[in-house]
């Protein structure tokens, strides 16, 4: 899911690897990934002893570092066989998967409305990613960026969110024909498309300096 968050305190410096490793996703959000994992048919609980992870990482209440659903989304997508198994969390987004900020967007009068309470309180979710939402031209663009870049973090890890946070507009929406404009990726564009092309429904571009969704906003109003 992935982000621009322009609210920040002053601090210290920090290594960018430190900041990584602090980075967190919520528990709800961590579960998604679970339960992406197991209908896949993976044994979780094999998968998180070989990488020497604890076996209730996904129920922390504190949530989930990105560092170990990184690894953890590796692995399985080794052995599932299937690189594409982020994407597979599209068809399991639930109405709770956003917590405190998907009830402040259910609460929106529009998308737009939503989707700036999604870019203000972001860091609920993942606190390792920052959004931006601003106009260009007669789109609008919803613009994400990860703390210290997004080199060591597999694709995986982005499908899920992507997957997930698409999902959930299609449902805030009441049309699961909704569909963006673009959506760009930064990893290098898989040799197999397909699976992105059914579910995003989209035209996609990878290899971007930022995961972004372009959207015509004002067409789109809330139930």
């Known amino acids: 899911m992935h982000w621009f968050f322009h609210m920040r305190l002053v601090s210290w410096p920090m290594e960018e690897s430190a900041k990584k490793d602090m980075s967190k996703v919520s ?51 080794v052995q599932s066989g299937n690189p594409d198994i982020g994407l597979k969390a599209y068809g399991l987004v639930k109405p709770g998967i956003y917590d405190v900020v998907g009830y402040a967007m259910m609460s929106s009068p529009d998308l737009k409305t939503a989707l700036q309470h999604f ?6 979710i993942d606190n390792g990613v920052d959004f931006s939402l601003h106009r260009e031209g007669r789109t609008y663009r919803l613009c994400g960026c990860r703390h210290g870049g997004s080199k060591a ?32 990726f ?17 035209p996609i571009r990878f290899n971007s300096s930022h995961f972004s969704i372009f959207l015509m906003l004002p067409n789109w109003t809330l139930l």
């Open 119 to 124: 870019v203000c309180y972001c860091s609920l």
């Open 186 to 202: 930064v990893h290098a564009e898989p040799i197999d498309t397909e699976e992105y092309a059914r579910i995003l429904n989209c």
């Open 27 to 77: 528990v709800n959000y961590a579960r998604l990934v679970e339960e992406t994992l197991r209908a896949e048919g993976l044994e979780i609980e094999n998968l998180l002893k070989e990488l020497g992870l604890n076996p209730n990482i996904f129920n922390d209440i504190e949530g989930c570092r990105v560092k170990d659903l990184s690894r953890i989304l590796s692995r399985a997508a």
């Open 153 to 184: 973090i597999p694709r995986q890890f982005y499908d899920v969110g992507m997957a997930a946070l698409i999902a959930y507009l299609r449902w805030l929406c009441g049309n699961t024909r909704f569909t963006p404009l673009c959506i760009e």
